[in-house]
């Protein structure tokens, strides 16, 4: 996608559930504010009627793999059109749970092909600036959904999350940094603020 006349900044943050995402997404939306930045946080699946639907599967049972897909796809334009590109136009820092790398490993483990599913939403949707991939292992990730008082969804078994996390890991892009969440949510965060900071210091200097 052509995003030349976008100002602001897209992070996305990325990994299976119980990397610590949630707890990283407050940490940059606090050090965003400090910085004097304008951001704005959201997630994906996001709370429209597509992402609702989701949801819904993801405690009912999960969809057919294509409608799967489909419905992502719908969400994900309803969400870039209605407040991903209108704020990256404003000049804001946008913070994602989750975007289209997500699409990649968790449909791909499915059986789709990760580079067409990349594909399909690049035609759409913004690059972003830098997405932080949270990696550790699976069983380590399921204690932790599980110490929260938590229970799996069916996005989140331990053999197909095994496959995710190889999915995620096996995708190239220059903006994909990735993250050992397997240390304390102190060490993520400080491993991620400082990217950060990189990043907004690049784009100053190159401003």
Not at 54 to 62: E, F, N, P
Not at 100 to 107: L, M, N, P, V
Not at 139 to 152: K, S, Y
């Amino acid at each position: 996608m052509d995003d030349r006349d976008m100002r602001g900044f897209l992070v996305v943050i990325e990994g299976v559930d119980g990397t610590g995402k949630s707890t990283l997404l407050r940490r940059l939306q606090s050090y965003c504010e400090g910085s004097g930045l304008d951001c704005v946080v959201s997630r994906e699946p996001t709370n429209g009627v597509w992402g609702t639907r989701l949801r819904d599967s993801a405690r009912t049972g999960r969809l057919p793999l294509e409608q799967e897909l489909e419905l992502f796809l719908l969400d994900r334009k309803e969400h870039v059109s209605e407040l991903i590109l209108p704020a990256l136009r404003k000049g804001m820092v946008v913070l994602l749970d989750r975007y289209f790398i997500s699409s990649a490993a968790y449909q791909g483990a499915r059986g789709a092909d990760p580079e067409e599913v990349l594909r399909r939403n690049e035609e759409f949707a913004p690059e972003p600036d830098l997405v932080f991939l949270l990696d550790c292992d699976p069983e380590q990730t399921l204690q932790r959904v599980r110490a929260r008082g938590d229970v799996a969804d069916e996005f989140e078994k331990l053999d197909a999350l095994r496959r995710v996390r190889e999915l995620f890991l096996s995708i190239q892009r220059p903006y994909i940094r990735v993250i050992d969440a397997s240390v304390g949510a102190e060490q993520v965060a400080g491993q991620a603020e400082a990217l950060l900071e990189t990043l907004f210091s690049d784009r100053d200097k190159g401003s």
